[in-house]
């Protein structure tokens, strides 16, 4: 199964490395594939140092979490993405947060699960019809089939 995530999954890994979602994200590597968007680097660089501070880890213990966990996840660029595709996902997201537009895009892409832990994102998107965003409620139950 293909499951993109979203930055604030990845954000929650690296600030609590022993919380339920990276015990989550540990389980769900073992036997899916895991993507995130290219710009979610650029965004988890941009709060580094407020990373950092929250997870309580010096530099080089951040440095080496995020290594380990950037290596079971495959990066995808938004450039490979049709433009058909962008579109549909823009239109699902232009009234929640369209800086969501590329994570949604990406799973439309990859017929994958969205995993994301923005409740408005979540919400607006199963009104509109979007089965496939799951929080962490969705991905525990998913991890107990």
Known sequence: MNIV??????????ISKNGKTSQQFQLLS???DLYIH?????ELDKHRSKLIKSSKSTVDEF??????????????DYSVIPIEIQ???????????????AFV???????????????????????????NIFDGFDIETLLER
């Open 38 to 42: 290219y710009a979610t680097i650029e």
């Open 63 to 76: 440095e080496a979490s995020m290594d380990l966990l950037l290596n079971k996840i495959k990066t995808i």
């Open 87 to 101: 579109d549909v996902a823009f239109l699902l997201v232009y009234d929640i947060d369209e800086d969501d537009a």
């Open 105 to 131: 895009a990406a799973s439309i892409y990859l017929e994958a699960i969205l995993w994301s832990g923005d409740k408005p994102l979540h919400k607006g998107l199963r009104e509109k019809g979007f089965a």
């Open 30 to 32: 073992l036997k899916n």
């Open 5 to 14: 995530l979203d930055s604030n999954i990845l954000m929650s890994i690296l």
